[in-house]
C-alpha cells in the first residue's frame, strides 16, 4: 500500500481535528477563542514514545486539538506554562475556557474521554 494511501486510512480512523500551533500569536488567538469555547491543547514530543501512545489515544477524541510539538514551538510550550501556571509536562493535554484552565493532565492520565468530555464535540 503506498504512503497516500496509508496517510487517509489512519485520517479515516482518527476523529480528533489536529491544528498545530506554532507561534505565540497563534496561543493569544486561542486563549480568546476560549472565551467562547472550550480550546484543547496537547503538547507532544515527537521522539517520545509516551508521546506518541498518548497521541494515539487523543486521536479518537470526537474534538479539535491544538498541538503543539515541542521540537518546533518550545516557546508556545513555556508561554502556555507562564500563562497557565502548570508546569511543563510532555505528553500534556490542557482544556482552556474563559481563558482559565478547566482540565489538565500529562502521561497516560490524558485520554480520549475526558478531552472530549472537556470540550465542545464538533458539529
Do not use: W
Amino acid at each position: 500500500m503506498r504512503f497516500e494511501a496509508r496517510a487517509v486510512i489512519i485520517k479515516s480512523i482518527m476523529k480528533a481535528n489536529f491544528t498545530e500551533i506554532n507561534s505565540t500569536e497563534q496561543l493569544n488567538e486561542l486563549f480568546e477563542k476560549s472565551n467562547e469555547k472550550p480550546i484543547v491543547l496537547f503538547k507532544h514530543s515527537t521522539t517520545c514514545p509516551i508521546s506518541a501512545g498518548v497521541h494515539e489515544e487523543i486521536s479518537n477524541a470526537d474534538a479539535d486539538i491544538n498541538i503543539v510539538i515541542m521540537q518546533k514551538a518550545r516557546n508556545v510550550s513555556d508561554e502556555i506554562a507562564r500563562r497557565t501556571g502548570i508546569r511543563h509536562e510532555s505528553p500534556q493535554a490542557i482544556v482552556l475556557k474563559d481563558e482559565k484552565v478547566i482540565y489538565h493532565a500529562s502521561h497516560y492520565d490524558v485520554t480520549a474521554e475526558d478531552v472530549e468530555k472537556r470540550s465542545e464535540v464538533r458539529g
